[in-house]
Structures are given as C-alpha cells and as structure tokens.
C-alpha cells in the first residue's frame, strides 16, 4: 500500500470541539466622517471663558484674605514645605487646617512665587472656575453637540454660588474642577472601554478626596454605574476595569493618609479638627459620617429634621429651595429636573450603550445623589457647598434642552454628529427628514416650553426674596420667560429666521436672574468662613462679609443649639445664661459666651457689638472678628502689630490664641507664625496644657492674646485650661481693646 493509500484509508482524526462563543461585545456603530464643528463655535467659546474670566477675575482683591483660615495656612506653606505637605496653620507646624491639603498647595505655590497679597492667594481659584467652565463645555459638548456645551457652560459660569467659590478660598473650587474633569475622563472612558480613561476618573476622584475628604466620593456610585451600564464591552471587563479605577482612587487619596499615619505624632503637626490626632478620625468623623449624621465631637453643631442648626438650616426636601440656599443654586434647578426627566423618558428602549441616556444619567446622578445627601445631612452644612451641584445643573440643562430641540425640530441627527471621531447613534423615535414631528415632537415641544416657564416663575419668586435690589428685574425675568415659552410652542409656525431670537430670548431670561445675583456676588467683597452669593434676602442673612454671611441678622434672631440654652439669640437680643446678662451687638457689651475660655468671646467694648452692625459695617470692627474670631479673623491695630513683632525672631511663635481664625489674623498682619489653641473652634486637645507650659518655659511663646473659641458640641476643654493658667500666672494688659500676656515675663498675676 502506497503512501497516498494509506492516508486515505487511515481512520478519520476527530477535531478537538470547538470552544463556546465568547460573549456578544455591544459595539457603537461605525463614526460617520467627522464634521467639524460650526465656524462660530470657537468664537463662542473664546467668548464664554473670557467673560467668566472678567467676572471671576474683576476687583478680586477687595475681598482681602477672604477666608483667613485657609490664607494663613498658604502663607505658612509658603515659608516651609513641612506645613506645605501636611496643611498646617503656622510655619511652626502646631496644628492642621482640618482638611486635607491640596488646595492649599495650589495657593501656597502661587505665593512662593508671587509673595502674599490677596491676589496670590485669590487668582489661582479664578483661573481654576475658568478651566472648570471649560471642561464642562468640552464634556458635554462630545455627547450632545457644541450648543449642548455652551450653555452647560454658561449656566455654570453665572451660577451665584459658582461666582461666589471661584472668587473666594475655600477648598470648593479645586474640588469642582477635579469632579468635572473626572467626569470627563468617565465619558471618554464610556465612548471606547478605555481602561486608562476610567481610571484616570478613578485617581482624579481621589485627589478630590485630598482636596476636600469624603465629599468627592458622592460622585463615585454614579460615574461607576454609568461605566458599568453604558460601556461597550462585555460585563467581565467592565468590571475588572471599574476594580482598576477604585485602586486608581485608593492610590491617589490613600498615599497621603498612609504617609500621615505612619509618620510620628511628635514628627507632624497636630490634626485640626480631631480629637485624637488622627487624619482617618478627621475623614470618617468630623469631616466624614459625622457630616451626615451630626455626630461631629468638637463641632459648633448642626442642621435638625425639621428645625435648623445655626450654620446648617434646616433639612428636608426643600432645603436646596429655601431661604438660604435657593438664591444660591436654584435658579435652573427645576428646569434640570424636568428637563433630566424628559431626556430619558426619550431614550426610551435604546440600546444599553446609549450615549444620551448615558450622559443624562451621569449628570443627573451626580446632581440628585449629591442633592438629596445635601438636602438631608444633619451635620455642618452651608449653603456655598450646593457649588458641587453647579456643573450637574449645567450639564443636564444643556443636554436636555438640546435633545428636547432637536426632538420637537424632528431632526434625526445623531448624538455628538459634530464630533470628530465619535459613534454615532440614531435618534430613537425621530420623525423622518423633512416632516413635522408626531406626537413626541409635541410632547418635547411642551416641555421645553414648560421648562422655560417654570425657570421664569421661580426666578421671579427668588428675586421677590430681595425685593428692593433691582425691582424691575423681577418683572423683566418673568414676562420675558413666559413670552419665550409661549414662543417655542410656535416656532413651528414661525418664520424660520424668527427661531433663533427665540431661543437667545428664551436662555437670555433663564439666565438673568442668576446672572443679576451673580454680578452683584462679584461685585461684593467677601471675607469670613461662611460666605454667601448675591444681595441680602428677607429672612435670610444676605451676602457674605463676615463670619456669618453678611453679618446681617435680624435683630433677636433665634438659633437652636447655641450655648445658654435651646433659644440662644444674636444679634439684639440677650444670650440666656450670658454672664452678667450682658446683650450682644450694644455699644460696650462685653458679649460674652457661657463656657468660653476666660469667659469672652467677643471683643469687650467693640462698637456694634458684631461686625456688620450700626458702626463698622464693613464686617471688620475695629479688629473684631466675627463670633469672637470663630468665624472670621482679628484684624490687629498698629499697636498691637508692633507689640506683637517685638523680638519675634527670638520666639517659634510669635504668639498664641484660641482658635484658628483668631490666630489666622495676626499671622497674617505680622508674617510669623501664631499658635492656634485647639484649632478651628478651638475644641481640639492641641496643645495640652502641659504641652503648652513646656513651650512657655522653653521660651517658645512670647504673647497669649486673649479671646476667641466656641465650644458648642463636646470636645477638649485644654483651651480653657491654658487661659485659666496663663490668666493666673502671668500679668495682663490691655491695647486697643484686646487683652494680651506677655509670657515671657515669668511674673504671677
């Protein structure tokens, strides 16, 4: 048998089975070629970021330090990188801000560089409410088209509280970039399943975290689920992929924290805002859980169901709608929530990788998850948090209004058909080219233009809040919105040249509410802890220029929870169980505080008792801070400057003081660094007493300036020990109204 034979009559070799079909990978369709954007476009934009420039930008330095706090700490990170890293309150390294640090690097660098002045501090977070209003285009702007992006944009821009952060120091501005570059790091990750893109949202997220703690994590189930929902590839990969971007997040917060941790108590600052000298306690407690439950030991106390906290309000549905709050985020909040509404209700049945559904579930995640957690927080909540919710109220009104729009046009144009390199994606449910739309196109006609009519009723009822600021406007907003809603129900019928000036007529009156609130915030300067957008609502405290917003309260105003009992009043009226009974905001009462240290917490003999009152409206008395220095700073009078800098460079300290807002401001008067006793509101147990008599005896600590602290919800009691001990044990004296000891003189009182 020959060769050939013998193969052919070989018995047949059975084929291994063939392996299982792998798993179907939704893919978007094929791009179409990409078109360029219109020509106006550009232009357009260029024009977006320069206004918000101008407005972010425009007589900055009139709000001074702003937030002296966070001012003092960049000053002292400018002058040694040991308080860089760790955040600290003083060159001296004696306690932390009680944040994590990274907006602080970006201020301390600018003043390395540019030396302290209001502006070195304040442009760096200008700039950054530029760059966030161009991430927020350049997102939204690939899923739903250039316009989509515009007004996203603009709607941001010229929200109050966005105008009010980005002009101001506060951690908050930082952190809205970072959310919204994660956010578009989430959406290039959807278009292609990019393991890189999703978790560069991860690490993005993370230094959110190191900029404002737990509060950067409320966007994380949402970016998750919509990458798990909406990417094109199988489930096994999304979700390893989605693993990657928590280590991603892990790594980018969790490197600092470690570092914190494993370093030595006796080779790092204390931690501002602890009780236990640790950064994990600072996240999950006073900075983290405690936010929502209103267990925050150390506290100056919370929000209440159905009542209010004195810097909280009060919680509930309505809380991002009431007095407070309202005039700061929500004048297109409706709007969002019926447009976000509609946009899925329009999505209908789509395919899972969708990218209009995706997109509105993305921002409107992120603005119902972080909403509703604001709304209901018992914790410590101000009204200039609800910043967080600005970019998710743009972008969900950008995208709805154009998808409506196109809806009611009939036009079957593909999401992002304007984007280069994008898949595009029919219309489910669009009318055939060239007829008028069916009954959807009705439909999302009638919202649109309910949507606009709503925005003009609310607005007209925000500006009723501050019915003697700009009277006309009010009528303007609410006329013009009802006339553009009307219009939109006929454009159909319109001339087609006449569409255009209705849609610029109709975002024009959407708009000028909060762009009138937001010119005002510009035009205001801010200092203080708790600052607040636009002028002064009936009921409310007004704009911010002071501790409390504006320092304008009405005369006898209650608030729940303050020491001396459950109906504590400021200012006008009598603080119950004040010693003495003297009266808060009267000319030459000593205001003081039950439970205090040395029994004081307002200046003695301050005209107007409060800053912000009858003398020294400008909300920066004669030196006093607001709430004894709580929560604004002590501008020093030339005497007590000169005092102050006696010797300093023989002392760590120049001086020491109860709490980090008091110290903040003779630090920054005198350029060295001031001991802050027991931080923010001077309940933390830095330094103890002991600590604080072995840096007396060392000779570390020239001056013990008195006043300052509010001890309201438990903490340490070492800051009224320490003033006990140094009120007994070394002489006083008194320059321009501030009592001080000088602790080198070794003499007993």
């Not at 791009?31 to 934009?45: E, F, I, N, S, V």
């Not at 236990?276 to 929000?303: A, D, K, M, P, Q």
């Not at 509404?341 to 603005?367: C, E, Q």
């Not at 320059?735 to 007993?748: A, N």
Request: proline fraction near 8%; glycine fraction near 16%.
């Amino acid at each position: 048998m020959d060769k050939t034979e013998s193969l052919l009559t070989a018995p047949a070799v059975t084929a291994p089975p063939a392996p299982p079909a792998p798993e179907p990978v939704p893919v978007a369709a094929e791009p179409r070629p990409p078109r360029p954007d219109p020509g106006w476009t550009r232009p357009a934009l260029a024009v977006l970021l320069l206004a918000t420039g101008v407005l972010y930008l425009w007589g900055l330095g009139a709000s001074g330090w702003a937030n002296s706090f966070y001012s003092a700490a960049a000053q002292a990170g400018a002058e040694s990188w040991k308080a860089f890293f760790y955040g600290s309150s003083d060159a001296a390294n004696s306690i932390t801000v009680d944040k994590t640090p990274a907006s602080l690097w970006l201020m301390a660098l600018s003043v390395r560089i540019f030396g302290l002045s209001s502006w070195s501090i304040l442009v760096p977070q200008a700039l950054l409410g530029v760059a966030t209003v161009g991430a927020l285009y350049a997102t939204v702007r690939r899923w739903y088209g250039p316009v989509a992006g515009l007004l996203a944009g603009a709607v941001l821009a010229l929200t109050p509280v966005a105008t009010l952060m980005f002009r101001f120091n506060n951690p908050d501005a930082l952190l809205v970039l970072l959310l919204v570059l994660a956010g578009y790091a989430t959406v290039r990750a959807v278009e292609t399943a990019g393991t890189r893109w999703i978790v560069l949202a991860g690490a993005l997220v993370g230094l959110g975290f190191l900029t404002k703690m737990l509060q950067a994590f409320l966007v994380v189930p949402v970016f998750a689920g919509v990458y798990l929902l909406a990417a094109p590839t199988g489930l096994g990969r999304r979700i390893r992929q989605l693993l990657l971007a928590g280590l991603g997040l892990v790594v980018a917060a969790g490197s600092w924290v470690a570092v914190v941790e494993l370093v030595p108590t006796s080779a790092r600052p204390y931690i501002g805002g602890s009780q236990g000298n640790s950064i994990l306690e600072l996240t999950l407690g006073y900075n983290g859980l405690g936010r929502i439950t209103g267990n925050e030991e150390g506290s100056v106390g919370g929000g209440r169901a159905g009542g209010g906290g004195p810097f909280s309000g009060q919680t509930g549905w309505l809380r991002m709608f009431d007095t407070e709050v309202g005039g700061q985020i929500s004048w297109l909040l409706p709007a969002a929530l019926i447009l976000l509404v509609a946009g899925l209700a329009l999505a209908g049945r789509a395919p899972r990788t969708d990218r209009r559904r995706a997109g509105l579930l993305l921002w409107g995640g992120w603005l119902l998850v972080t909403g509703l957690i604001f709304s209901f927080m018992s914790g410590i909540f101000h009204a200039y948090y609800t910043v967080a919710l600005a970019p998710a109220v743009g972008a969900v009104v950008g995208a709805g209004a154009v998808l409506l729009w196109r809806e009611r046009d009939a036009t079957p144009g593909p999401v992002g058909a304007h984007e280069p390199g994008v898949p595009t994606e029919p219309v489910p449910g669009a009318a055939t080219p060239g007829t008028r739309a069916g009954r959807r196109g009705l439909l999302a006609t009638v919202t649109l233009a309910a949507a606009l009519a709503v925005t003009a009723c609310w607005s007209w009822r925000l500006l009723g809040r501050s019915p003697d600021w700009y009277p006309w406007l009010r009528t303007v907003v609410l006329v013009g919105g009802l006339a553009a809603a009307v219009l939109v129900v006929l454009a159909g019928r319109l001339p087609r040249r006449v569409v255009p000036v209705v849609l610029v007529l109709g975002a024009a009156t959407a708009l000028a509410g909060p762009a009138g609130y937001a010119l005002q915030t510009a035009a205001t300067p801010h200092t203080g802890s708790i600052p607040s957008a636009g002028p002064a609502v009936q009921g409310g405290f007004g704009p911010g220029r002071g501790g409390f917003p504006g320092a304008r309260m009405p005369a006898g105003a209650q608030f729940p929870g303050f020491p001396g009992g459950p109906n504590g009043q400021l200012p006008g009226g009598q603080l119950p169980g004040a010693p003495g009974g003297n009266q808060i905001g009267q000319n030459g009462g000593t205001g003081q505080f039950p439970g205090l240290p040395g029994g004081t917490g307002l200046p003695t003999g301050v005209p107007g008792g409060l800053p912000g009152q009858a003398a020294g409206g400008d909300g920066r008395a004669q030196g006093g801070g607001a709430m004894g220095g709580l929560l604004d700073s002590r501008a020093p009078s030339a005497e007590l400057k000169a005092l102050l800098e006696r010797d300093a460079e023989d002392y760590t300290w120049v001086a020491a003081t109860i709490g980090s807002n008091n110290a903040s401001g003779y630090q920054l008067a005198t350029g060295r660094p001031v001991m802050a006793i027991g931080g923010f509101n001077g309940s933390d147990p830095s330094p103890t007493l002991a600590q604080f008599q072995a840096y007396v005896a060392d000779g570390r600590i020239h001056w013990f300036v008195g006043g300052g602290g509010f001890r309201a919800n438990g903490g340490s009691s070492a800051a009224q020990e320490i003033a006990a001990w140094v009120a007994e044990t070394f002489e006083s004296q008194t320059v321009d109204g501030v009592t001080v000891h000088d602790l080198s003189s070794g003499q007993e009182g």
